[in-house]
């Protein structure tokens, strides 16, 4: 029988932090790098919690070289083909650069379609030098999904292995309790992710993020907030709700380092200009860059080989106003951060969501006049 929950679900634009006293005199005094333990990963590691989303436009080689130097992890996409021997090559480089941390901040990315033969030789290789892996499906609620991980985790125990994605804190533990460090959680959030209009499935992002991590703190596991973060503080607000990483894709997308077609389009003003006597609309140029979700026709036809007959595409293809490099997001993206903690207290990334207490709105920002 259909049953409806009543319960108040929340996303990022429903809710704002609400100020409190605090010791921070500045933002340089809040502490962004968290040291991260889990629960079957042998290692530690010094973050600050961001990531770049494992799509193909980026989680790039290019990206990765920019944000290990933030101390923020990128997952490498799943299309990369690393018995190419560029690709092979860089990860052994980027071990043995002491800038790049040595892959600490590296994932490796697959799917439960992918060649598991092909990855686990990876895997094995001891001179691969990647030890962390990010199992990645649309709907982690399947069995096949806990098997695999299971799977991994006995044949690699000393593996850092997240996976996802879900919304729900019993497949969260689910998932922990099988071998998973860390849990993905998100489904349809994403800038680009059509899966809510077509299948009527999802659930708020700020209640999933509230709701799986808890669950998973409980089993000693992590959680990572996927998708649904358009600005700097929605990103504090992931984190501020218990994520303890939050990953990226539109955020990132339209930078240099980020794949995609740069498109230049000549746009029409609203500024009137004069020239040889007569007045109309300035034109100007405008560089863009394309992005879309690895659920996309687009995405299907050029990784996959095409759309399969039992598919409908669940990601559409948006054109990103062209940011420059994206050392200039990822430090505006830290620097709200830090506010954030000055306004409420918090002086390590960690103590965010014990400072954290959010106020229900009905709008977070006021109506804009005209364009800046």
């Known amino acids: 029988m259909t049953r409806i929950t009543d319960s108040i679900e929340l996303d990022f634009c429903d809710v704002l932090f609400k100020p409190k006293r605090t010791t921070l ?99 094995a290789d001891k001179n691969f030098k990647i030890d962390k892996l990010c199992i990645d499906i649309a709907n982690g609620y399947i069995p096949k999904l806990i098997d695999f991980v299971k799977e ?9 292995i997240m996976v996802g994605n879900i919304v729900t804190g019993d497949m969260t ?22 899966t809510r209009k077509l299948t009527g499935v999802g659930r708020p992002q700020l209640s999933a993020i509230l709701d799986c991590s808890d669950a998973a703190h409980g089993v000693g596991g992590l959680i990572c907030a996927d998708g649904g973060c358009t600005c700097a503080g929605d990103v504090a607000k992931a984190f501020g709700a218990g994520a303890d990483f939050v990953m990226l894709g539109g955020m990132f997308a339209g930078t240099d380092e980020a794949a995609g077609e740069l498109i230049e389009k000549t746009i029409q003003t609203n500024e009137l200009v004069e020239e040889n006597g007569e007045t109309h609309l300035l034109l ?30 669940e990601g559409k293809v948006v054109e990103i106003p062209y940011k420059g ?34 106020y229900r709105v009905n709008r977070q920002l006021n109506e804009v006049f005209g364009k800046s």
């Open 25 to 123: 005199n500045s933002r340089r005094e809040a502490d962004i790098i968290r040291e991260y333990k889990f629960k079957y990963y042998p290692q530690t590691l010094m973050s600050c919690g961001i990531m770049a989303a494992n799509m193909a436009t980026t989680g790039t080689i290019a990206v990765n070289n920019v944000l290990q130097k933030h101390q923020a992890i990128t997952c490498l996409h799943k299309h990369y083909d690393f018995k190419d021997g560029e690709n092979y090559r860089y990860i052994t480089e980027n071990y043995n650069n002491p800038e790049s941390f040595h892959n600490a901040y590296t994932f490796i990315s697959t799917g439960l379609r992918d060649d598991k033969e092909r990855l686990f030789s990876l895997l």
């Open 152 to 160: 991994v985790r006995d044949k690699f125990p000393d593996i850092l």
């Open 173 to 194: 533990q689910d998932l922990i309790l099988n071998g998973a460090d860390i849990v993905k959680v998100g489904i349809g959030p994403g800038s680009v992710c059509t």
């Open 284 to 313: 100007k140029k405008e560089k863009y860059k394309l992005f879309y979700g690895m659920s996309s026709q687009l995405a299907q036809e050029k990784h996959f080989g095409g759309m399969a007959c039992y598919r409908a595409s």
């Open 325 to 358: 490099s994206i050392d200039n997001v990822i430090q505006e993206i830290l620097g709200g951060i830090r506010s954030t903690m000055t306004y409420i207290g918090a002086r390590r990334l960690k103590d965010i969501p014990k400072c954290t207490t959010f």
